[in-house]
C-alpha cells in the first residue's frame, strides 16, 4: 500500500476529485470537505518539512488558498486528487525553505542592532546604510506596509502579533508581508 493509497483510499479520491471541481466552481462546501479531510494528513507532512508548527500552519493555509485559486488546473486524467493536492502542499512548503535561505543569501545589507527592545520600525529602517540596496527597496514601501516587514523580519513578530500591534486583520497583516516580500525581490533583483 503506498503513502498515497493510506491518504486516500479509491472511494475517497473520487470524493476528493469532485471536491475540486467544486472548489473550481466556487463552492465553498467543496473547500471545506477539502479541508476537513485532508488538513490534518497536510499539517503532519508540512511539519515534517518545515520542522516548525507555525511554518506547517501557514503554508496548510496558504495551500488551501491555492487549492481554491487553482482547483481548476486539476485533470483526474493526469493524476489523483490527493496527489494533486500534496503536490501543491509540497511546492508550498519547498518556496517557504528557499525563501528562508533566501534571507540569508542577501549581501547588500547592514548588521541592524537597535539600541532597545523598544525601537520602533521606522528607527529599525534609519539604521540601515543610506547606499544600502534594501533600504533604497524598503522606502519604496507604503509605510505600513515597511513597518510590518520590519517588525516582522528584524523583531521576529509574527502575523498575528503584527495584526495585533498594527491593528489588521490577520489575513491583511499576511498579504501586505507576502506582497511586500515580492516587491523587495522584485526590486532587489
Not at 472548489?23 to 473547500?31: I, K, P
Not at 503536490?87 to 542592532?113: P, S
Amino acid at each position: 500500500m503506498t503513502t498515497l493509497t493510506r491518504i486516500a483510499p479509491d472511494g475517497v479520491e473520487d470524493e476528493l476529485a469532485e471536491a475540486l471541481r467544486g472548489c473550481a466552481r466556487g463552492e465553498r462546501a467543496s473547500l471545506h470537505r477539502l479541508y476537513e479531510h485532508l488538513a490534518p494528513k497536510m499539517t503532519g507532512v508540512a511539519l515534517r518539512m518545515l520542522r516548525r508548527r507555525d511554518l506547517a500552519d501557514e503554508v496548510v493555509h496558504d495551500t488551501f488558498l491555492r487549492i481554491w485559486e487553482k482547483a481548476g488546473s486539476f485533470d483526474p486524467a493526469r493524476g489523483k486528487a490527493s496527489t494533486w493536492v500534496f503536490t501543491v502542499l509540497r511546492n508550498t512548503a519547498l518556496n517557504v525553505l528557499r525563501g528562508e535561505r533566501r534571507i540569508e543569501l542577501v549581501e547588500d545589507y547592514d548588521a541592524i542592532e537597535p539600541a532597545s527592545e523598544e525601537a520602533d520600525a521606522e528607527s529599525l529602517l534609519v539604521a540601515l546604510s543610506e547606499t544600502s540596496a534594501l533600504k533604497r527597496c524598503l522606502d519604496r514601501l507604503e509605510p505600513m506596509r515597511r513597518r510590518a516587514i520590519l517588525l516582522a523580519y528584524l523583531r521576529g513578530l509574527t502575523h498575528g502579533e503584527l495584526a495585533g500591534r498594527l491593528g489588521v486583520p490577520l489575513g491583511t497583516a499576511k498579504a501586505w508581508i507576502r506582497r511586500s516580500l515580492r516587491t523587495l525581490k522584485d526590486c532587489l533583483t
